[in-house]
T-cell receptor, first 117, second 114 residues
C-alpha cells in the first residue's frame, strides 16, 4: 500500500513555543491530506483538510490561527502548532487518500506525540 | 455530513467467545467503510474495508464485517476471540469522492480475558 510518513514521531516543547509536524506521501501524490487529533483513549477527530496550493479547510471548533497548515507541494503537508500550551498535548495523525479502481482508501502516518510542558 | 455511531463503548469477553461490534453511519450517498484496530501503545491498523460488491467482507486476523445498506450498518464480527484481540476498534466511513476525509466513530474498547 501507499506510504505516509510523519515526522517527528514525538516532540516535547515548552509552553509558548511553536512546533511543526511534517506529513509526506512517499510514493504517491496527494492533493489532499487530512490532519487528525487523538486524545488518550478517545477517537480520531478530524481537525482540517489540507489542500495543495490553497487554504486548508478547518473543522468547526478548530482554531486556524493556532493550527497552521501548509500544503506547499503534492507530497508534503505541515501542521504548525503555534504558541503551544499544555492542553495542546495530544497525538496528531495525518492521512492521505489514494484513489483506486474500486474506491479510495486512506493511509495514515505513524502519528506525532506532542507533549507541551 | 457523515457521522458514525459505535454503540458499544466497552466490551468484555472471555477467550473463545464470539464478538460482534455495532457500527451505524449516516450519509445519503455512496460510502466506503472501514474497521481499524489500535493495539495498546500502537498505531492504527486497517482490519478490513468495503468499497462495493459482496457485502460480507473478510479481513485480517479472522475478522469479518457485513454491510447492510438498508440498515446503514457495518458490524464487525469474529467467531472466536483471543486474548491478543484486546484493543480499541474504530469504525470509519468516507464518501466515495475525492477530497473527503475519513470520519471515525468513538471507538469500542475490547477486553478479552484468558
Amino acid at each position: 500500500g501507499a506510504v505516509v510518513s510523519q515526522h517527528p514521531s514525538w516532540v516535547i516543547c515548552k509552553s509558548g513555543t511553536s512546533v511543526k509536524i511534517e506529513c509526506r506521501s512517499l510514493d504517491f501524490q496527494a492533493t489532499t491530506m487530512f490532519w487528525y487529533r487523538q486524545f488518550p483513549k478517545q477517537s480520531l477527530m478530524l481537525m482540517a483538510t489540507s489542500n495543495e496550493g490553497s487554504k486548508a479547510t478547518y473543522e468547526q471548533g478548530v482554531e486556524k490561527d493556532k493550527f497552521l497548515i501548509n500544503h506547499a507541494s503534492l507530497t508534503l503537508s505541515t501542521l504548525t502548532v503555534t504558541s503551544a500550551h499544555p492542553e495542546d498535548s495530544s497525538f496528531y495523525i495525518c492521512s492521505a487518500r489514494v484513489q483506486g479502481l474500486a474506491g479510495t482508501e486512506a493511509f495514515f502516518g505513524q502519528g506525532t506525540r506532542l507533549t507541551v510542558v | 455530513a457523515q457521522s458514525v455511531s459505535q454503540h458499544n463503548h466497552h466490551v468484555i469477553l472471555s477467550e473463545a467467545a464470539s464478538l460482534e461490534l455495532g457500527c451505524n453511519y449516516s450519509y445519503g450517498g455512496t460510502v466506503n467503510l472501514f474497521w481499524y484496530v489500535q493495539y495498546p501503545g500502537q498505531h492504527l491498523q486497517l482490519l478490513l474495508k468495503y468499497f462495493s460488491g459482496d457485502p460480507l467482507v473478510k479481513g485480517i486476523k479472522g475478522f469479518e464485517a457485513e454491510f447492510i445498506k438498508s440498515k446503514f450498518s457495518f458490524n464487525l464480527r469474529k467467531p472466536s476471540v483471543q486474548w491478543s484481540d484486546t484493543a480499541e476498534y474504530f469504525c470509519a466511513v468516507n464518501a466515495n469522492q475525492a477530497g473527503t476525509a475519513l470520519i471515525f466513530g468513538k471507538g469500542t474498547t475490547l477486553s478479552v480475558s484468558s
